[in-house]
Structure formats: structure tokens, C-alpha cells
């Protein structure tokens, strides 16, 4: 009688998770014996970090317990940091001992880069894991309650002066968010402080405009509810070095802020890079159409991970793209484990939404741009339902509810 295929999942982010919940209707009972292994035992909804930092969500909103996906399969969960994946002898290897596979799923998303700028590492606050969007939020609250006590007014207001660097969709969504959490909440908490006058947040990047890669209508509006909300942006500008309370770029301008974020993007997971597999030049795993690394049926990849070129382009490092592979990585395992042959993907994007303010938000659906409060209800319902299990589901709506009709959180707990 043949052994049962053994099938191990590197990673439980977006494509992990939303892979295991497919495979989980596409297998027979018995078929395989599925492994996902991730450092931690929940799925972090990234794109709800800023809301975390801000106050508008605590942080268990946006952590999803992966047992919750694997258990109800009878598929196998596994806390453990991936050290390698050894190909040659077909193992993942943990920190708590190998895992053989005969077919292995290399998604483990993506880390903060910060290009080598000296200084970002050290004195900005990465936005990327739930214990960031908490120091985050620290170093909001933390800089209001000693500016609430600062006397000098030139210190007060380098403690009220936030700088996020990178204005893609994190960068403008915390800049928004800040805004709102400084109007709505922490204005009425601090009446000593003059937050008209000696509030600012500075948004930098390098592109031409704000969300540089989407749709230039997205960008408009973006830009002009940043304005109305008083949020500086400076665009076409590189920043050469981080240093404690200050930003300095490559044309010599300096701006100062005890609070420096920074969102200036992401780069390939070290443990892929360490893969002896076939990559592309940004370290990516080269795949084909159908999600085989080097053309091998026994290695997958997707997501982050994976540089899956589509019109002579590679797909972007969003959670979007992860979410909509899963399901085609699940078909093509499937049919690779009763000895099928794989089927091709074509990535047909969805469009793009963009949270503004606690009213307002930006979206782009096939070649529509609308904005507003469509656009937020919109954005909220998409998210609500991307969101892992009822009880999440739940709890992020009921959050909404009271963060709209009441103040945030501005507790400084974890």
C-alpha cells in the first residue's frame, strides 16, 4: 500500500493560511498529511497594524489563531522557527527537528527593509509585527504625556512632531489614522496642549506621489484628504540617514521628530534567500505558471515568496496577491498529489481600497475611482470578510462600532 503524502507549509500569513483553508475542501479524507509550521500560533492581518498603532483596534482584532484553520482539517500545526529548507534531502528543517515532506509550500511572507540607511534600523519604528504597532503606540502616547508636561515650548513641539517614511498604502493609512486619533481623542485628553499649532506629521518619500504604485486618481484623492488633515508630504525626496530625533536626506534637508515610522517597504524573507533553489535577482523564488519552483513538482511557492512573472512583470509583495494564489496553489497541489498535471494561473488584480480617515477612504474596482463614504463602507466590508473565523469577524466589527461612536484607546497597555 502507498504511503500517505506528506505536505508541509512554510509560513501561516495570508497565503499560508488562506492555502491550508482550500486544501481543507480539495482533499479527500486521508489523502495527505498537511504540516503548517509558522514561529507563531496566529495569522497577523497586516493591513490592520496601523489601526492597532492608532488606538482604533486592540490588538487581539487582528490576530487569528491558526489552529482555528488547521485543527477542524485534522491537519497539523507546528510552532517552530524555520531554520532551512533543505530540497536536496526534501526536509524543512525546525528548531525542534526535522520535517520531511514530499511536497513543501514556501510562504513565509516578507520582512522590512530598510536599504541599508544608517540609522533607520536603530532609531525608526518598523511597522511590519503586532509588538511594533505596540511600541508604535507607545511612543505616540508616550510623547504627548511628556509633552503635556514640557514647559519649553521648542521641546514640546519636537515631541509632537511625527515622520513617517514611505508613503505607499501604510505610510498614507497611519499618517490618516494619526490625524483622526489626534483630533478625536487625544484633544479632548490634553486640554494644555495647542495640537492646531504644535502637532505635525511629515510623510516622505521618494516617488513623484503618494501611493506611487496604484492608480493616479487613487493618489488625488489620497493627497487631498491628507491635506485637509494636515499632513505634510514631501515627495521626490530620499532620505540619506536616521539619526536620534531627526531625518536627514540626500539633498541636505533635515527634518526633526521624536517619532520616526518607518513604512518604506519590504524585501525577501532571509529564509528564502538562504533556499538552495532557483531565484530571480530580488532573491525570490523563481516559479512558473503553476507555482513550481525551478519547474520541481515537490517545491511550491507563493505570495512574497514567490517572483511569478505575469506580462513580462513580477507580481507585487502585497497581501492581495497572496490571498488570490492560494486557492490556485491548492488546485495545482492537489492535482500534483494524485499525479495530475498543474493548471496554469492567470492573476486578475481586484482592485484597490485605501482607508483615509474614519469616514472616508478611496477604492478602485475594474476602472471605477470613487471615494468617500461608498468607497469606506466599501473598504470596511472587504476587509471584514478577509477576516479569519466568526468570532474575528465579530470582534473587528464591534470595534469599528465603538471607535466610531466613541473615543480610541488610548491607554498605553499592550
Known amino acids: 500500500m502507498e504511503a500517505t503524502k506528506k505536505v508541509v507549509i512554510v509560513g501561516g500569513g495570508f497565503g499560508g493560511l488562506h492555502l491550508v483553508r482550500r486544501l481543507a475542501r480539495g482533499l479527500r479524507p486521508g489523502e495527505a498529511e498537511v504540516t503548517l509550521v509558522d514561529r507563531r500560533n496566529y495569522s497577523l492581518f497586516t493591513p490592520l497594524l496601523y489601526q492597532v498603532a492608532t488606538g482604533e483596534l486592540p490588538s487581539h482584532a487582528v490576530a487569528a489563531p491558526l489552529r482555528h484553520a488547521t485543527a477542524p482539517a485534522a491537519f497539523r500545526f507546528l510552532q517552530s522557527e524555520v531554520e532551512a529548507i533543505d530540497a536536496e534531502r ?210 511550491l511557492a507563493l505570495g512574497d515568496a514567490a517572483h511569478f512573472l505575469q506580462d513580462s512583470k513580477p507580481l507585487p509583495q502585497l497581501a492581495q496577491v497572496a490571498v488570490l494564489q492560494a486557492p490556485a496553489v491548492a488546485r495545482n497541489l492537489v492535482h500534483l498529489l494524485r499525479g495530475e498535471s498543474p493548471v496554469p494561473y492567470r492573476h486578475r488584480e481586484k482592485g484597490d481600497l485605501i482607508a483615509l480617515g474614519r469616514t472616508s477612504a478611496g477604492a478602485k474596482l475594474g476602472n471605477v475611482v470613487f471615494g468617500g463614504l461608498l468607497a469606506w463602507t466599501v473598504w470596511r466590508g472587504y476587509y471584514l470578510l478577509r477576516l479569519s473565523g466568526a468570532r474575528g469577524k465579530a470582534t473587528l466589527l464591534s470595534e469599528w462600532i465603538l471607535s466610531y461612536f466613541f473615543s480610541r484607546t488610548a491607554a498605553d497597555t499592550p
Not at 526535522?98 to 534600523?121: E, N, Q
Not at 505596540?134 to 503635556?148: G, K, N, P, T, Y
Not at 493609512?173 to 499649532?197: C, G, I, K
Not at 494636515?230 to 536626506?249: I, M
Open 90 to 299: 526534501r526536509l524543512v528543517v525546525t528548531a525542534d527537528g526535522p520535517l520531511p515532506y514530499d511536497h513543501v509550500v514556501i510562504a513565509p511572507g516578507s520582512v522590512t527593509t530598510t536599504y541599508g540607511i544608517p540609522g533607520a534600523d536603530r532609531y525608526a519604528l518598523p511597522i511590519k509585527e503586532l509588538a511594533d504597532a505596540l511600541a508604535v503606540r507607545h511612543a505616540v502616547l508616550s510623547s504627548f504625556e511628556r509633552a503635556a508636561a514640557e514647559t519649553d515650548a521648542a521641546r514640546k513641539k519636537a515631541l509632537l512632531a511625527f515622520i513617517i517614511v514611505g508613503a505607499g498604502p501604510v505610510g498614507v493609512e497611519l499618517a490618516s489614522s494619526l490625524r483622526d486619533l489626534f483630533e478625536r481623542t487625544l484633544r479632548p485628553m490634553f486640554p494644555q496642549l495647542d495640537l492646531d499649532r504644535d502637532t505635525s506629521i511629515v510623510l516622505i518619500d521618494g516617488s513623484e506621489r503618494v501611493l506611487g504604485n496604484m492608480d493616479q486618481r487613487l493618489a488625488w484623492l489620497a493627497q487631498r484628504t491628507l491635506d485637509r488633515q494636515r499632513v505634510r508630504v514631501v515627495p521626490r525626496t530620499y532620505v540619506a540617514e536616521v539619526l536620534p530625533g531627526s531625518v536627514r536626506t540626500r539633498d541636505g534637508a533635515r527634518f526633526d521628530a521624536k517619532t520616526i515610522i518607518w513604512a518604506g517597504g519590504v524585501t525577501t524573507n532571509p529564509l528564502v534567500v538562504a533556499c538552495d533553489l532557483v531565484k530571480a535577482s530580488d532573491k525570490r523564488l523563481l516559479v512558473d505558471h503553476s507555482f513550481r519552483v525551478g519547474g520541481r513538482d515537490d517545491v
